[in-house]
């Protein structure tokens, strides 16, 4: 299954440009072809993300994004770290809504191998967002066995997200389609363990769920998807989904994370996940996603739209 492999210790805690977090998009790449996606990447489903490893003035290394390839070629191999998104399209099936995309995604990086906590050294990330990659393949597996939808959907999983949105920024500053043809952004982050709050196993909420319509749209279609209980988190600015928002897109994340404990530690397992919970709110992703791509275009509310970055 999607799940396992990505959460396996054999991805090495899929770390930004890390060997781990490559064999990871290969892997993603190969489930993308596998469910019939078109290619949308600069190299088939790859769009490749320029990420080396910059000195800071305080001394410490860090990831960075560069401007393009050619400065990634004056670092030195050994600081070059280079990053791929991984990309795929289904083509809508209305003459007039294809042209318009809505955009579906989830990141694959995570962590990688760093301090042992309990002897466990490899941050396996699978809720975290093992989870959320799943998600985004199942549902365009789902999608893509079933009727055409009328609006093209893109399909991505971004690397670089736990080191400071790089790969959705590439992304941004270089988009396979027109960014003024993005229409909508459901993000998949952490769905692999229930929350109480927000009503137990099969139930997901939805960042930012009132400052657009998307989130009333899903419950007036019966999907269990409910608001996020937590605004105090600000879970709706900390993902990938802020950097469409502030371009003014309507962009949520669909979650079910339950602020447990193992977040950002080795213990985040897949021997955690709660596949029967996960596999129903993959379900409610396959719902939602239907609707943003058949239905109306949700629209911010009242005071609802992040100002622009
Ligand atoms: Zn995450």
């Keep these: ?3 396992s492999a990505l959460a396996d210790d054999s991805m090495e805690g899929r770390m ?4 781990g977090s490559a064999k990871a998009a290969t892997f993603i790449a190969q489930q993308m072809g596998a469910v019939g996606l078109v290619p949308a990447g600069d190299s088939g489903y790859f769009q490749r993300v320029p990420i080396a490893l910059t000195r ?3 001394g410490q290394e860090r990831l960075s994004l560069l401007t393009d390839f050619a400065s990634l070629d004056t670092f030195p191999a050994d600081k070059r770290r280079p990053g791929l998104n991984v990309v795929g399209m ?3 099936s209305d003459p007039v809504l294809a042209r318009e995309v809505v955009l579906v995604d989830a990141h694959y990086d995570h962590l990688g191998i760093g301090k042992p906590v309990n002897g466990d050294s490899i941050y396996n990330g699978a809720d975290d ?6 998600a985004v393949i199942e549902i365009a597996r789902a999608i893509a066995a079933g009727l055409r939808p009328k609006r093209t959907i893109l399909f991505v999983a971004t690397t670089g997200e736990e080191v400071g949105l790089l790969g959705t920024r590439w992304f941004i500053l270089h988009p396979p389609v ?5 229409v909508s952004n459901l993000e998949i982050e952490m769905i692999g363990r229930p929350d109480s709050l927000a009503g137990g196993p099969g139930r997901a909420w939805l960042t930012g769920y009132a400052r657009s319509t998307m989130g009333a749209m899903f419950t007036a279609a019966g999907l269990p998807i409910v608001a996020d209980a937590r605004p105090s988190e600000h879970f709706f600015e900390r993902s990938d989904n802020i950097a469409y928002a502030q371009m003014g897109i309507p962009a949520h994340a669909l979650s079910t994370y339950n602020m447990h404990t193992d977040y950002h530690r080795p213990s985040d ?5 709660n596949f029967r919970h996960m596999t129903q709110v993959i379900q409610a992703g396959v719902g939602a996603v239907r609707i ?8 911010w509310n009242k005071d609802g739209r992040p100002a622009a970055q």
């Design 90 to 92: 289904i083509r809508g």
């Design 269 to 273: 397992e897949l021997s955690r996940i």
């Design 129 to 134: 967002d093992a989870s959320g990659t799943t």
């Design 178 to 182: 027109a960014l003024t043809s993005i």
């Design 16 to 19: 930004t440009g890390s060997r």
């Design 1 to 3: 299954m999607v799940m």
């Design 292 to 299: 943003l791509a058949d239905g109306a275009i949700p629209q």
């Design 56 to 58: 800071r003035s305080n």
